[in-house]
């Protein structure tokens, strides 16, 4: 019995996210950077954050495998690092923001993948972006 248990506690550990700390203010104001291209918009079609639709809704984006938010077209990098297991998660998050493309290289180990969003957050700022996006959808 003490097995089962220890197992149970076990798997519920590994199948938890790793998160980076952040802070959720800031990040709520660094989003309105990220506005341009992405919303948040939650299961019930309500705007939680308004923007634009060159990028994927970043609702419930932590969890998500990549390049998997149903009906958008997603460049060929991030389809690979999806298919090689990328699964969202804000330290993941908080690194690819920095230089999206670089990020891409390194996980997929192609130096020709390549991220359709030109946007780096310079200066630090994606810890707190990623916490802001665990934020709105708990």
Same mark, same amino acid.
């Given at each position: !019995?003490?097995?089962?248990?220890?197992?149970?506690?076990?798997? !519920?550990?590994?199948?938890?996210?790793? %998160?980076? $700390?952040?802070?959720?203010?800031?990040?709520?104001?660094? %989003?309105?950077?990220?506005?341009?291209?992405?919303?948040?918009?939650?299961?019930?079609? =309500?705007?939680?954050?308004?923007?634009?639709?060159?990028?994927?809704?970043?609702?419930?984006?932590?969890?998500?495998?990549?390049? $998997?938010?149903?009906? %958008?077209?997603?460049?060929?990098?991030?389809?690979?690092?999806? =298919?090689?297991?990328?699964?969202?998660?804000?330290?993941?998050?908080?690194?690819?923001?920095?230089?999206?493309? =670089?990020?891409?290289?390194?996980?997929?180990?192609? =130096?020709?993948?390549?991220?359709?969003?030109? %946007?780096?957050?310079?200066?630090?700022?994606?810890?707190?972006?990623?916490?802001?996006?665990?934020?709105?959808?708990?």
């Amino acid at each position: !019995m003490k097995v089962h248990i220890l197992a149970a506690i076990t798997l !519920m550990a590994l199948s938890t996210p790793v %998160f980076a $700390s952040g802070n959720v203010a800031k990040g709520a104001t660094i %989003f309105h950077m990220c506005q341009a291209c992405h919303s948040i918009i939650g299961p019930n079609g =309500k705007a939680i954050v308004r923007g634009g639709k060159i990028g994927p809704n970043l609702y419930g984006v932590i969890g998500r495998r990549a390049a $998997s938010e149903p009906g %958008f077209h997603y460049g060929a990098g991030i389809i690979e690092a999806g =298919k090689k297991g990328l699964v969202w998660n804000q330290k993941e998050i908080a690194t690819y923001v920095k230089d999206p493309t =670089k990020y891409l290289q390194q996980y997929t180990g192609d =130096k020709g993948a390549h991220s359709n969003m030109p %946007f780096k957050l310079q200066g630090g700022g994606g810890a707190d972006v990623a916490a802001y996006l665990a934020s709105v959808a708990h």
